[in-house]
């Protein structure tokens, strides 16, 4: 039952990550910038474990 919980967190987490990197882009103030290609939002998912950061698709 642990596993299945921290695999249901791991997903809540990376879903959480994708949703505020979308709303970044639609953002007042970010998101001529990220339309005129002088800036990039991109979701990242940060490995306690191993200490990497895993950057998710747009």
Do not use: F
Request: proline share 2%; glycine share 8%.
């Amino acid at each position: 039952m642990g596993e299945q919980r921290a695999g249901e967190a791991e997903s809540h987490a990376r879903a959480q990550a994708a949703l505020t990197a979308e709303a970044l882009c639609s953002n007042q103030d970010l998101a001529p910038l990220v339309k005129e290609g002088s800036l990039d939002v991109v979701g990242a998912y940060y490995l306690l474990d191993s200490g990497k950061v895993e950057l998710l698709s747009a």
